[in-house]
């Protein structure tokens, strides 16, 4: 295996913890991998197409954490003539189309198979995000020479537009990446040495770092080989494509690893009977075929913070946080953006004076609700702890969402105090 593939096999296991970098690799992604086609009836497909299979499992597990949905996909030869394979993410639901589409600000020229562009800087406003939009660029269609050959980096860019959109983002990081054209490509490249080592961190590419470092040193490479990329390499947890280079296999036989041609699964333990115990104590529906058991056993995390709430929390925080950000660029500042909400929204007045408790529970700590919380109009908003020892309820008396809380936990009102901000919304929803 090359030293570019090792990079992007890396750069394929890092998964942001960020709603908002996991969008931003994405869209760099469906920038370069990217097509939108429209069928006669008028319905749309977002996909994936790529020969890159680490690229593949990223892109694929990337949508199942940013947007909680299940892909098609296929996994084909390219054609008779040539080796490899083509792996095709596809994307078909019309209301998920739109939220890909629209979360990551993709526009496609022309109606159907147009080239996509990120049409709105606010993806990768932030350094972590401007980090994730170049990592996704790189695993799409990005090459590292193998430095004991020389030094060179290189992503190549399907037009103009976007090989500048690209060095912007760069140039933001004080790398001075050059853009040439070859052929009918923009090719966007870094020849210095020290510069290729920042892309690597940037990237965050960590092992790969370390060895071109220990290079750069004068000493050898590969000694910093995590276990992880062992493990792919000696075959315990899958199967690195291409041929492994004679110095790794001799590097193998030195540290005393064997390598191995079982069945990759057959290293882990059958855990599922764990999982049902789980899904039984919580009440939780196993689903048609079991698909919920093994949704919990594939992503346990993301499907425990989704059954919590926690999920939807975090996605509420950072679409508000989002929402915030954009009106703070077009000038508004943090006080004229409450105004704005508070204009819009309704108060939750308290109705007498006493101690504001939030979300009463004997299991977990009483909080405040976070923003973009949805009230029904016959729900507990809170209690009021009155100073004559009652427990009074108080109702928002519509259904609406949380767009500012006034008083935290145990904060003491006086009549007519606003407790709350609530947007309207249907009463019914």
């Known amino acids: 295996m090359s030293f570019s593939g090792m990079v992007k096999e890396e750069l394929s296991r890092h998964i942001g913890s960020g709603r908002h970098c996991r969008i931003a690799e994405l869209a760099a992604i469906f920038t370069f991998c990217g097509s939108l086609e429209a069928g006669t009836d008028g319905r749309k497909s977002l996909r994936i197409q790529t020969e890159n299979e680490a690229l593949s499992r990223k892109g694929f597990t990337l949508l199942q954490k940013t947007f909680n949905i299940e892909t098609d996909v296929s ?47 606010i993806v990768y406003q932030r350094d972590c995000c401007k980090r994730a939009f170049v990592r996704g660029a790189f695993l799409s269609a990005g090459s590292i020479s193998d430095p004991q050959k020389g030094y060179h980096f290189e992503i190549v860019c399907p037009s103009q537009e976007i090989s500048g959109q690209l060095q912007e983002i760069i140039h933001s990081f004080h790398i001075d990446a050059k853009i040439v054209l070859r052929k009918k490509s923009y090719v966007l490249y870094v020849k210095e040495g020290a510069q290729i ?48 280079a004679p110095e790794i296999i001799e590097l193998a036989k ?39 058991l093994f949704e919990l056993a594939m992503h346990d995390r993301q499907y425990r913070d989704y059954k919590s709430g926690v999920a939807k929390k975090r996605f509420e925080e950072e679409l508000q946080h989002a929402k915030d950000a954009a009106m703070a660029k077009n000038g508004y500042s943090e006080e004229e953006i409450k105004k704005l909400k508070r204009a819009k929204a309704d108060p939750v007045i308290a109705p007498d004076n006493g101690q504001v408790l939030w979300e009463v529970s004997v299991e977990g700590p009483s909080i405040a609700p976070f923003i973009g919380r949805k009230y029904q109009h016959d729900e507990v908003f809170c209690y009021l702890s009155t100073p004559w020892g009652e427990y009074e309820k108080i109702l928002t008396g519509f259904t609406g969402r949380v767009v500012e809380i006034c008083a935290q936990q145990g904060a003491t009102v006086h009549k007519g105090d606003v407790i709350g901000y609530i947007l309207r919304s249907d009463i019914f929803a």
């Open 75 to 121: 996994n084909s030869r390219i054609d008779r003539f040539r080796k490899g394979n083509l792996y095709c993410i596809s994307i078909i639901d019309q209301v998920l189309v739109k939220e890909i589409l629209d979360s990551a600000k993709l526009e496609f020229s022309g109606v159907s198979g147009g080239m996509p562009l990120v049409s709105n800087s």
């Open 254 to 292: 030195s540290k005393g690893y064997e390598f191995v041609d079982t069945d990759p699964q057959l290293n882990y333990p059958d855990a599922l009977d764990e999982y049902r115990k789980e899904m039984d104590e919580n009440g939780w529906e196993y689903g048609e075929d079991d698909e919920e």
């Open 197 to 244: 080592v920042d892309m690597l961190a940037i990237m965050e590419a960590n092992v790969a770092l370390m060895n071109l470092m220990q290079q750069v040193k004068g000493e050898e490479r590969w000694t910093m080989i995590d276990n992880h990329t062992w493990d792919m390499i000696l075959g315990k947890s899958g199967r690195l494509p291409g041929t492994l």
